[in-house]
């Protein structure tokens, strides 16, 4: 049978227009197999990005041209135990006690420390100040806060810290030591507890105790502030700021008496902290050597008091820190016992001055008879 070709303008055989129909078929076909590929393709890179983002490991690195700088602080140990009496036996609890002394009083005059407050613990209610709400350098008084969020973070005592020299490399050459690269020079002594260290730092004031402490709890000097810090927020401080744990000027540490005064009151409610701020003398356990409170040991005893019950007057020292630094002065702050009522009185001095009479270091011991005898019940 022949066919007119209109395209062509010729006839065409049924053979022909048959081949021609094959081919033109077999030519789509080839398009629609070409398009079913690609549209497979393009599914299956689809399917594989989702699988890759929802099943591959978060932490393999991207590369970033600007990696954000984080300014988060971890710490290797929990910031504030939540259950001190299981993991943390000796961590402070807060109670419902305001630790931050009323405002009242009276002007304590004729002092060699230019900034005082007393306080009674009862009721914090403030018997006598001088400028106890300005800002002042703490020294070693830091210490206290040092001790109260150290004890919050350890797990036993009896641990032992093995000393290397390496761990003091940064320390400041000012500092005062509870003589912990003396003993490893002369007589090759690496062996402390914790409390051992604990006692380095509040009779010795020893920067090495602190330093080799935080290292025990895995915690550098500013994540450690961090938490002095936290807890100063805890205790209702509003006029206290810590950059380091040792006291020294460099460290940017600001506070005032009343604050302080919080401090000791909130370390008083911890029998550790009571212990280690109190007492006269402590043997260390695997060492061949005898911290002495230097506050209460040295001052006290060159003015003749009677050291072995820490007793002056009508009443006893439980517990104490001293702090000197050039901005700082000479500082104490201390928890003091009525010997015949029981009742308890936080006393903080600060920036006392030189004396012509006495040893400086002795001013605010004098500072303290002064408030006593003038405004004490």
Request: glycine share 6%; charged share 20%; hydrophobic share 35%.
């Amino acid at each position: 049978m022949n066919n007119y070709d209109y395209n062509s303008g010729e006839f065409k055989t049924s053979d022909e227009n048959e081949n021609r129909y094959v081919t033109s078929s077999f030519i789509d076909n080839k398009r629609h197999t070409s398009i079913v590929i690609i549209v497979s393709i393009f599914l299956l890179l689809i399917i594989s990005c989702v699988f890759f983002a929802v099943f591959t490991d978060e932490s393999i690195p991207v590369w970033n041209p600007e990696p954000s700088v984080s300014t988060t602080t971890t710490t290797k140990k929990p910031p504030i135990p939540q259950n001190p009496d299981a993991e943390y036996p000796y961590a402070t609890v807060t109670n419902k006690t305001q630790f931050v002394a009323n405002d009242g009083g009276e002007w304590a005059y004729n002092l060699y420390s230019g900034y005082a407050i007393l306080i009674k613990l009862s009721d914090m209610s403030t018997i006598a100040h001088k400028y106890s709400d300005e800002i002042i350098y703490p020294a070693s008084m830091t210490k206290v806060m040092t001790i109260v969020t150290a004890v919050d973070l350890i797990e036993n005592l009896e641990d032992i810290y093995v000393f290397e020299p390496e761990a003091l490399a940064g320390m400041d050459s000012e500092s005062s030591t509870a003589d912990m690269m003396y003993l490893y020079n002369n007589y090759g002594s690496t062996n402390y507890t914790v409390l051992d260290l604990l006692y380095g730092i509040s009779y010795r004031s020893g920067a090495d105790s602190v330093i080799c402490l935080l290292d025990y709890l895995g915690l550098s000097m500013s994540e450690f502030a961090s938490l002095m810090n936290a807890k100063a927020d805890e205790i209702g401080l509003k006029n206290t700021h810590f950059g380091g744990a040792i006291g020294m000027d460099s460290e940017n540490n600001t506070t005032t008496c009343r604050d302080m005064a919080a401090i000791m009151a909130y370390a008083m409610e911890n029998p550790l902290c009571k212990e280690v701020l109190g007492g006269v003398s402590y043997r260390l356990k695997y060492i061949e050597m005898t911290y002495y409170n230097s506050t209460l040991h040295k001052t006290l005893t060159n003015m003749g008091t009677n050291t072995s019950r820490v007793l002056w007057g009508d009443y006893t020292i439980v517990a104490t820190k001293s702090g000197l630094e050039d901005k700082a002065g000479y500082c104490l702050v201390s928890c003091i016992e009525n010997n015949d009522t029981g009742e308890l009185f936080v006393l903080v001095t600060a920036n006392a001055k030189k004396s012509e009479s006495y040893p400086s270091n002795q001013n605010p011991i004098l500072d303290m008879r002064e408030i006593f005898e003038n405004f004490a019940p």
